[in-house]
Structures are given as structure tokens and as C-alpha cells.
């Protein structure tokens, strides 16, 4: 396996082949072509193949793919044969709903600890247990939580993830809107939400919508 | 201009040189190299000039980039060189905290209108006006509104999602975790926050941290 090469859209492809397998298995589908694959997904049958073939050898000749072997394929790949417990810090408006978030657990994230520091109050789902934001090193390393959430007020962000990477987090998803930057070894995902409205303003513009 | 062939990693990159040449304005500086542009954004100079050269020429050789004429170029070229009036649909957790993000406005977004079914109790930030759902194709006709936010419930979004695209809606930003589908014409991007999380298990699954 070719490591650290692997483009991010090709990821983030893998990520939607796992929810159209995980459609085709629920219609009780057992073998696609990758061109019924694409078109579910929107995406090129070469393109598949091409993305695939990072991790080796997938699919039959003539046959196509075993619906069932490529989803725990590419769970496989991608870390995702276990539960990933994940921690959230910043309980405010865009935490609490990200505590609610049905996507998480459909994909096999667990949020079981959520940091805050305003601990009364919130409402906090069941299996998701609240602590004060002082504790954060102590539980993330007791637990050995290697994912976190950010969504702590901006200004507070880069702190917060210095804190996380120390406590043992090896990957952060960050929501703040403020580009966080960590040491090797700690792999940031900023999700900038006005970053996704100016690529909808740009194909608007393509268009002539204005 | 080539139209529609412009890949969307590319455009999400122009976001990108976007927020660097902005804080290089911040930060008074008037030229810029590909070289230092591509080191402040992580993205390799070679790439830097390849996705702008989608939209023509810029920059002088052996001088660089003007700072501020490429930030009002790319902006002209996405379509930034104006305020976008967006509306959000279901203001429950995750919408209150969209309507509150920073974020938005920092990238030249203005959320006036939100919808929800509820109109009682609800904390809705100044400059922004709430309405019942049932008002909603008139209210964005009247005001010729063309971007909108789904952060309602999963099994409305599809129902929400064309009920927009009636009223005259071109782009949509859907948070709800389930894909839309709507016919050409409307462009919407599914942001979707499990998937995020994937793709930081791959690349942890990746470097051996389990």
C-alpha cells in the first residue's frame, strides 16, 4: 500500500462508494458493475477503478464488484472496522447540535465526551458525558481518545487544539472559523462553512445567476 | 472563460488563496511570489498557477502577484464581489448556530431570513428576520433570493430542497445527513460532517494509530 499519497478527494470518495454500498447492500444487491456503482455515486467507472486500485485489487472481470467484500474493503482501509470514540469540546449552539448530529453515528463515531466550560445547563444527549473543560488532558488521556471536535468560539481555537494534540489526539476536526495549525503528527480538518457557500456563488456565477 | 469544466477542488482552492491574500492585505503587504503565496497556503506554487490559469492570466514574471488585484480578481471570478443574501430553512441546534457563525459573514454572506415550523421562543440574531415555513416560497421570491441553508431534519430536507428550487433558489447548502438530488439548474453541495471524520480515520488508520 502506497502510504501518505493518497489525494483527499480520493478519500472523500471513498467515504460516498461506502454509503452507496451501504444503499446497494440494504436493497439486498450483492454484486455491482462499476458502472452501476458510478452512476449511483455521480461518479466516472474509471475514476472507481483508478481510486480502488490505490489499495490493491478489487472486483472480478466481467462480474463486477461483491457489494458486501468492497464495503468491508474499503472499512478496512478506512479505519473504520472499529468505533471511533470521538471527543467534542465547546458545547454552545453548533456543539449541542453537533452532540445531535445523526451522521456521526451512521458512520461509526461515537461523541462520548463533550468539554465545556459552562458545565450547567446543557443538554447533553444520552451516552455523552460532560465534563468541565479543565479535565479535558485527564479524560482524553485516560480514555485514550485519539479524535476531537472543535467548536469553541474562534479566538479560543488554536489553544484548545495545542491542548487536544498534548492530551493524545491525533486527528481534530475543526469548526471554528479559523484555520488551526498543529505539528506533524496531528492531522487538522478545518471545516470552513463559507468556504462551502463561495464554491455554491462560484458555480452560481458560471451560470450567470446573480 | 472555460464555463462548467472548472474542477471543484480547484474552486475550493481559490477560497482558499482568497483568505491568504486577505491576510496578507491585513498584513500590508502589496506583492506576493507564488512561491510565499503557495508556502502560507500549503498549496504548491505550480498548482497555485495552474488553477488560475482556468481564468486567465495573472501576475507578472519575476515579480509575482499584485496582492490586492488578485483578491478582487478571484473574488470577481467567484462571484464574492457582491453580498449574498442566503435564507435558512429549520432553525433547531445546528441552524441557530449557523445563523450565529462567524464564518458566513466573514466570506461576504448575509443570512436575512430563516424559516422554521416553529416561530415561538426562538433566538434569531439581529438583521436576520424569521418566518413561518408556510411563508417561505413568498418571501424568497419577493426578495429574489437564490442561496439557502437546509438545516432541518433529514426527512424534510429532499421535500424543503424543492420546494426552494421552486421559489427560485439556484444553490443549496444542505446539512441535513441525507444526499439531495434535484434537477440541473440548482447547484447543491451536501456537507457532510461524518464524512469529515472519515477521512481523518483514514489518514490516522494510514500512519498506524489505532
Not at 462499476?34 to 474509471?46: E, F, I, T
Not at 489526539?169 to 487538522?188: C, E, H, T
Request: hydrophobic content about 40%.
Amino acid at each position: 500500500m502506497r502510504r501518505f499519497k493518497i489525494p483527499e478527494v480520493t478519500v472523500g470518495r471513498l467515504s460516498l462508494y461506502l454509503r452507496c454500498l451501504n444503499e446497494l447492500e440494504e436493497e439486498g444487491i450483492e454484486v455491482v458493475s462499476s458502472l452501476d456503482l458510478g452512476r449511483r455515486c455521480g461518479v466516472n467507472p474509471a475514476q472507481i477503478r483508478k481510486d480502488l486500485a490505490y489499495f490493491g485489487e478489487f472486483g472480478t472481470r466481467g462480474v463486477g464488484y461483491y457489494v458486501k467484500e468492497l464495503k468491508e474493503d474499503i472499512k478496512r482501509v478506512m479505519g473504520l472496522n472499529k468505533i471511533w470514540e470521538v471527543a467534542l469540546v465547546g458545547v454552545g449552539n453548533l456543539g449541542t447540535a453537533l452532540l445531535r448530529y445523526r451522521g456521526f453515528q451512521q458512520h461509526g463515531f461515537k461523541l462520548s465526551v463533550a468539554f465545556d466550560i459552562q458545565t450547567e445547563g446543557k443538554e447533553i444527549p444520552e451516552g455523552c458525558q460532560l465534563y468541565h473543560a479543565s479535565e479535558m488532558e485527564r479524560v482524553i488521556k485516560e480514555r485514550g481518545i485519539k479524535l476531537a471536535i472543535i467548536s469553541v468560539h474562534y479566538s479560543q481555537a488554536q489553544e484548545v487544539a495545542e491542548r487536544l494534540a498534548r492530551a493524545g489526539v491525533k486527528g481534530i476536526l475543526n469548526f471554528a472559523p479559523v484555520r488551526i495549525r498543529l505539528p506533524r503528527g496531528v492531522v487538522v480538518r478545518n471545516v470552513d462553512m463559507g468556504t462551502e457557500l463561495e464554491i455554491l456563488t462560484f458555480y452560481l456565477t458560471m451560470k450567470g445567476t446573480r
